[in-house]
């Protein structure tokens, strides 16, 4: 009988409700808590929704306003020019005009007639300044020319008698309170008084232009008259030479050099003038001299005809000079009607009889043809123009050149982006011949018509250099053999043009970005897969945190290493680098087998931090044979000398390549012994003891690493047999700051992001899978090669592509140590420059809103491209790689 209470009910019965009714009572608070939110949380959440979303847009309006504002500062560059007035007058000569000059702020133009006036006049009005009247005595001018700055010009007369003439400006600055009285108001800018013209300037004061004219003595030349005519002036100003080339009614050609010395007490002028005759061009019945060129050094003189052939003299030897080479510029019957240099005289522009305007290179071929090697060369042919050329004026400081064709079209061109800038049109008589003139500052066009009719245009065009293919395709520069990709931003001399291909640049981005990449990955994914799968945990919870904290060194301290220490040790020890590279590796391998051959009580009992030293050690003690070994490592496989096996003086390709092969051929080897014996060596492993099975192992190991040896060797031998050579290609002359001193570098820097970012996504694998890998009898190794390692590749796809975007935008390391030589080759010893190395250094010298400025900016918004472009990509290949995982 069991024990009741005083109700009937048993104890168990009134137990078993009063835990119901607890239960039901916990049952029904949690139902009250799950159901009902606290306000304070309700209220985080949407904060914290809205600051996201707020701070997501926030982030894209800012990468879009950065690339709007990179668009409106390079959009400039890439748009074309406008025209900002057009004036045209009437100059009382009275005699046909045989020369013009105009000062560079378009306020005074010159104009000589053929009789001797010479007008001066305010261009934008036409209102006469001042006048001049030379004396020829009863000479008649038969040929003129001018130097490039059209301010000294030489004049030709029928009887055989040269003169020189100056018809300059100069300028002086007038401070506001001695402005002269009386002055005559020419427009709302300018006024003028007793022949000077008086222009105000920001500062207050007034600019004051004045004409410089006079005529020299007469010199005799030919008893014939002189047909045509050049002149140059050259030397330095103490010492000036004075050289000019003339060709008479006979066809007989000369040079002459006139050697001024100026006594710099007195002022004195001694002129030494020396005539020497040119050998004949044996001209055919019927062809005449259309024209003549000489060079400022007066080491060259050109000849044209009225056959389409122009004939070049070498005058280096000026006591014994050459017709050095002969070559037609225009189809057969067709006259060179005109030619001039462009600045620097590197560059010979021929205009045609047919309207065609080609532009020739005088380059160094080596030909036999010639008499010095030399040869003028087609490099552009530009836009023709719809009727014979009848006049070439070159730009003083650019590569423009202006060209008049006998309809009275004149068209502006700048050579080195092959564009026409303006095509402007006389709006006058356009029967009457004419010249024109490009003023100093590339800003506008004057022609004078023969009649004196003036027409000038004025116009804006701040970048005619840089087009697209200017920036991205290959242009044939003055003294290049050929079409190439070029950065030079700034020369030497004024004379020398400006070089604006960013490909270099995006190459040089590239080159050291993948050098760093050769070193950084497979560094940092064999360290996080070591230490994610493999290692104690007490070793992960030291090595991780180090390898983290090696992300926070700045980069201007490793830059300073790599080129003041690191730089001169590898150029010092570069025999023992390169056999580090096969020492290492060994030394690793090397430890791992050691380890492997210890008895399994050791093996458990110091797994951890010993095992890790072990490696240390190992990889150390390699690394000090490899040291050691360098020099006879350098004499044996490259002659004693590695910097000039480089070069191809001395040595053959094989050894390199044996290097370059070598992992390529273990991998092949290894190949082949899986293929033939792999099952039967696994079964006979799993019959040994471990460490037995780990001496064995090593002993196979030793015996595929010398047959990869013999393999790598021997390809290496049959390359260098059929001719192949990695000199000259990925492998070239030695310079101490090179891309291989990059990429250990910048690899430094980039590991610690790959390793990191490669370790978190590597454990953030779930545990199930592994221990489900391991459960069918997977190796560890295998486990985190076919299972870990493929469920976390979207996670070490984005390291990687996270490590190489941050080599493509470092910047202070490649400023310090790659030599920011913007050249495309693919040479590992060779420096390079890169796209934000050149921001760098090149924007706090750009003048602002100039052609340098905006091409910087561009290369900051292609820097900016390249990294959008690889982040998609990068983004779309992980998204495909996650599918991938969700299948395992």
Known sequence: MSDTTPGGHSDDYGTELRAQQSSDAIASRLRQRDMKTRASVKLGEKVAKWVITIGGLMVIVAVLGIMVFLFRVVAPMLGGGEILGNVRYQLDTRQDTIWNNGDEFQTLGTVVAAEGRVITFHIPTGTEIARTQWDFNGAEVTAVAGTLARDRIALGFDDGTVRFAEVGFASTTTSRRNLPDGLRDLDARDRELDGRVFTEVGTGDFRTLSPVVSLGESQAISDSAIVALDYRIGGTRERPTLSFATVDAAGVLRVSRSRVTVNMMTGAETVDTTTVELPSLGLADGVSVTGILLSGSADRAIVATDDGVVFRYDLRNFDNPSLAEQRRVASEGVAVTAMTFLSGEESLVVGGEDGSVGVYFRLQTGTDATTDGRELVRAREHTPMPAAIVDLSEAQRQKEFSAVDADGNVWVYHSTSDRVLFELARSGDVTTPSTAMIF????????????GEVEAWQYRDSHPEVTLGVLFGRIWYEGYSEPQFVWQSTAGTDLAEPKYSLVPLIFGTLKAAFYAMIFAAPIALMAAIYTSEFVHGRVRATVKPMMEMMEALPTVVLGFIAALVLAPFVEEWIAAV???????????????????????????????????????????????LAYRAGPWFESALFDGDFKAWTTGRIGTGTPFMFIILLPLSYMAVAWGFRRVMGEFWRGRMRSMARHEAGRLDALRWLVLLLGAFVLSYAVA?????????????????????NALVVGFV?????????????????NSVPGHLRAGSLATGATPWQTAMWIVLPTAASGVFSALMMGFGRAVGETMIVVMAAGNTPIMEWNIFSGLRTLSANIAIELPEAVKDGTNYR??????????????????????????????????
């Open 855 to 888: 091409v910087l900016f561009l290369a900051a918004l292609t820097l900016f491209i390249m990294t959008f472009v690889l982040n998609t990509i990068a983004e779309l290949i992980r998204q495909r790689f996650r599918k991938r995982a969700f299948q395992l």
């Open 746 to 762: 910048m690899a430094f820097a980039v590991i610690p992001n790959i390793y990191t970012l490669t370790e978190d996504a590597l």
């Open 578 to 624: 390169l056999l580090g590279f096969i020492a290492v590796p060994l030394g690793l391998m090397v430890g791992a087998f050691a380890w492997q051959a210890l008895p399994p009580r050791i093996v458990l009992r110091y797994d951890g931090l010993p095992k890790f030293a072990l490696m240390a050690m190992s990889i150390l003690i390699t690394a000090w």
């Open 717 to 737: 031998s049959v390359l260098t047999l059929v001719g192949y050579d990695p000199r000259g290609g990925f492998v070239d002359s030695y310079q101490q700051r």
């Open 440 to 451: 100093p500052r590339s800003n506008g066009v004057m022609l004078v018509s023969q009649g």
